[in-house]
């Protein structure tokens, strides 16, 4: 009985190990509300200058979250400065009203692509910027307080594995 509980706790410990992951992070919102002006800031360095990385970012909602789909708008400042700015649009649950992503009842996580492929090419301090953009279908000003969107974090893995 002894092996099989430690040939099922190795297997676990295998299955568990993701050697792609270089890194993760994650911030939490103000009380499962991601206001407007708040815009999470990740920073990250060592990284390989050679190898070619994916980029995701990661977003963990509730059921209070009343959208299909979910903007953000990102900046990848280089330490040289150089910054990559993009708009971004992820689609949150389908048609039907079924959320995507993982996780059990109210609570999902959502690992979306951000850059594919992607080479840091200098050593030094990366930032990752993000904020959510969302608006309601025929108007200007912004959602100030998006309800639902619990945490926001990014990973980077090595590419092709």
Not at 29 to 37: K, S
Not at 104 to 123: A, C, D, Q, R
Not at 131 to 150: C, D, F, H, P, Y
């Amino acid at each position: 009985m002894r092996n099989v509980l430690f040939i099922l706790f190795f297997a676990a410990v295998m299955l568990a190990c993701n050697d792609s992951l270089v890194k993760s992070e994650y911030q939490a919102t103000d009380d499962g509300a991601w206001n407007q002006g708040n815009i999470i800031t990740f920073s990250f360095a060592e990284m390989d200058t050679v190898q070619e990385h994916d980029m995701f970012i990661n977003v963990r909602n509730d059921a209070t979250f009343a959208y299909s789909n979910l903007f953000l708008i990102t900046e990848l400042e280089f330490p040289t400065g150089e910054t990559l700015k993009d708009t971004l649009q992820y689609q949150m649950a389908l048609p039907d009203g079924t959320w995507l992503g993982k996780g059990l009842g109210g609570m999902k996580e959502n690992k979306l692509w951000y850059k594919e492929n992607i080479v840091f090419p200098t050593s030094g301090v990366y930032k990752l910027r993000i904020s959510q953009a969302m608006r309601k279908n025929g108007k200007v000003e912004g959602i100030v307080n998006l309800q639902g969107i619990t945490d926001v974090g990014y990973q980077i893995e090595k590419s092709g594995e």
